[in-house]
Every structure is written in C-alpha cells, then in structure tokens.
C-alpha cells in the first residue's frame, strides 16, 4: 500500500465492483484536499463490495453482496485496518446475503440484510458484538428487501431503509437495537442507503436522484436534495459539511445542509463501471444538538460553525455575575457589542460541539 494511504488526513473509499469480468473489482482509495483528490491504493476484492464505513482507529468495514460463480452468492464482511490491502476479519453469515454496515463506537457491528442465503426476501439486521464472528441477535420485520442501515450513537439505535413487497422506500427504526421495528411512516420510491446526520435527521437515498432528509422525531419530511444522475451510497466527512454521493457515473460532492453541488470525483467510472459503496476516514465526531425552547433557528442556523462556538465561548468566559440572561430569541452570538449578554441554552449546546469536533 503506498505510504501516502498512511499519511493521508483524509481518504475517501469507494466500491469499484464492476469491472471486467463483471464480478472482479477493486475497492479505489482516494486522498482528499479539500475538493482535490488523488488515487493513492486499491484493495482487490471480487465479492462485489455494497455498503462500507470506517472507524476511528482507520479500519474500513466492507459489506459484500457475493458474486455466484457456482450456486448462490454468499455475500460477506471484510474488514481491513488502515492502509493494508489485507482483511483482518472475513466473515460469511450462514443464513444472510449481507448489503450494508454500521460500526458503533465500541465496534460492535450492524448490518443491514439485503435477504437470505439463496433467496430474493425477506430482509434482515444482524447484531454482532465485538470481535464476534457470529451475530448475537438477528432483528426481523415484514418487508421486501432491507437497503441500508445507520446508527443513532447516542442510543444505539438503528435506522434501516427497506422495500416493501411495492418497491417503495421506507424507514424504521429498532430502539437501542432491539425489539420490534416501528415504522415511521414515510414512503418514497427505489430506496438505497440511509444515514444519521448527527442532529437527529435521515439521509434516505432515492435511487431516481434525491436526497430525502426526514426528522427522527416526527418522520416529517424536512428538506429534499437533489443528486445529478441518481444516488445510491453516501458518507459524511468528519465535519458532516459534505456529503459524498455515488450515484450510477460518479461520487459527487454536496455540502450539507445547504445541498450546494461543491464538484465531483470520477477515477475512470462510467455509466457501466459505477462506483458503489463509499467511506470516508476520519468518520464524522458525535454531533448532537439539544434544543432550547424556541428551537436553534432562533438565533440562526445549527451551531457547527467553529467561529461561531469560539465567540460564543468568548462571551461565556466574559460573563460574569451581573451577566444578563437572555431568552433563544434575543440571543446574537455574532454580536460581541454592548453589554455582555450569555443564553444559557446556547452555550450547553456549543460546548458539546466544541469538544466533540476537537475546537480547543
């Protein structure tokens, strides 16, 4: 693997399963400065590699749908550490054709079934704790196929994506990886991958090129992002202010929220020679925002901006006893004129974004 996999401060992967013959395939690695990138690695791999992630310790977990050269596909997980082309952990589930994959922070990992072993339906999540090559638990629910898994850190819950027996999308959700599925009632066409977005919203993939963003809460649907020519796999970078898409052409770069097409990243790809899965190391920090009453927007967008958790941090280290308390809707963290004003509110949230994107 060439040094500068090791060296890199960020690296995008992306599933390269269609070469040719079609089952042969390699999973490409990139650098990333800024909106410049570089290929600097391949890792071979002819199981067809779907959904993939990382961890912080720079381990890339692939989930791979299996190629039938003799019988059925098998599908399997692979995960390789940083910067070997190596697997250091291969697993086939018995039972399961394996689609997509969320690790947690203590490596248990969650993979989304697409179906089972020989068969087109239905689809499944298995739980395998730690180190453990055999899952633990297998989660079931009527449906289709299942297209996508993601994580809720904060509570170990999950998210899927999956058909219906109509092809339509939907979401639900398995509290703390648990239980029964609870639906959150929302439908949307050619459903593929789903991703958390930190501050308690879903990134749901329509295959036909957009971005749907739903609210965990209420499953209401809060923004829609359009993707040039489909979309099918996502990852944030560390600071979830770009989304990767791959699409059947291309990665493409969105910043986020705004959903700005920033540019796009093509290493030889084609309509016939699609990128699937993508990863990006180092994975996104927790990014939780708690809301005060009268909601975030009332003093301006979400509190990811670093200047503004300085100023806001600035103006707490200020306050003194005869600081004036404010309500969310007084509060102006840009405005360092006057009288030294602190919403309590406001500081509770951008402490933690502070310390969980390492502002110091």
């Not at 359009?226 to 990852?235: D, H, K, Q, R, T």
């Not at 993508?278 to 009268?294: D, I, K």
Request: one cysteine or more.
């Amino acid at each position: 693997m060439s040094p500068e996999v090791m060296s890199a401060k960020a690296l995008l992967y992306v599933g390269d399963p269609t070469g040719s013959p079609s089952y042969s395939g390699v999973i490409d690695i990139l650098s990333l400065h800024g909106l410049q990138y570089k290929l600097v690695g391949q890792i071979q791999d002819d199981g067809m590699p779907e959904g993939m992630t990382t961890d912080a310790a720079g381990n890339l977990y692939v989930a791979d749908l299996g190629v039938a050269t003799e019988g059925p596909a098998t599908g399997d997980i692979k995960v390789y550490p940083k910067g070997s082309t190596k697997y250091s952990r291969y697993i086939v589930p018995a039972n399961w054709v394996t689609y997509d994959i969320a690790v947690g922070p203590d490596g248990t990992m969650y993979v989304a079934n697409i179906a089972p072993f020989a068969k087109s339906s239905p689809g499944s999540v298995s739980i395998y704790p730690p180190a453990a090559s055999q899952p633990s638990r297998v989660l079931r629910l009527p449906n289709f196929q299942v297209d996508g898994i993601t994580l809720h850190a904060q509570t170990n819950t999950i998210y899927i994506s999956y058909q219906t027996n109509a092809s339509s999308g939907n979401i639900a959700k398995f509290k703390h990886a648990r239980g029964k599925a609870i639906n959150l009632g929302v439908s949307y066409s050619e459903p593929w991958a789903i991703l958390e977005d930190g501050s308690n919203n879903l990134l749901a993939l329509d295959g036909s090129g957009t971005v749907e963003v739903y609210s965990e809460a209420t499953g209401r649907l809060v923004q829609q992002i359009p993707v040039p020519n489909g979309a099918a796999w996502e990852a944030f970078n560390q600071k979830r202010s770009e989304l990767f898409v791959s699409n059947f052409e291309q990665v493409e770069i969105l910043s986020y929220p705004t959903g700005t097409l920033l540019g796009s990243i093509n290493e030889g790809w084609s309509t016939s020679n699609y990128p699937t899965g993508v990863a990006y190391w180092p994975p996104p920090g927790e990014l939780r925002e708690r809301q005060p009453s009268g909601g975030l927007s009332a003093y301006g967008a979400r509190v990811k901006d670093a200047y503004e958790a300085e100023v806001m941090i600035e103006r707490k280290a200020r306050c003194n006893r005869n600081c004036r308390v404010v309500g969310s809707n007084d509060f102006d963290p840009y405005d360092l004129t006057g009288a030294v004003e602190i919403n309590v509110d406001a500081i509770v949230v951008v402490e933690s974004l502070r310390a969980s994107n390492g502002i110091t």
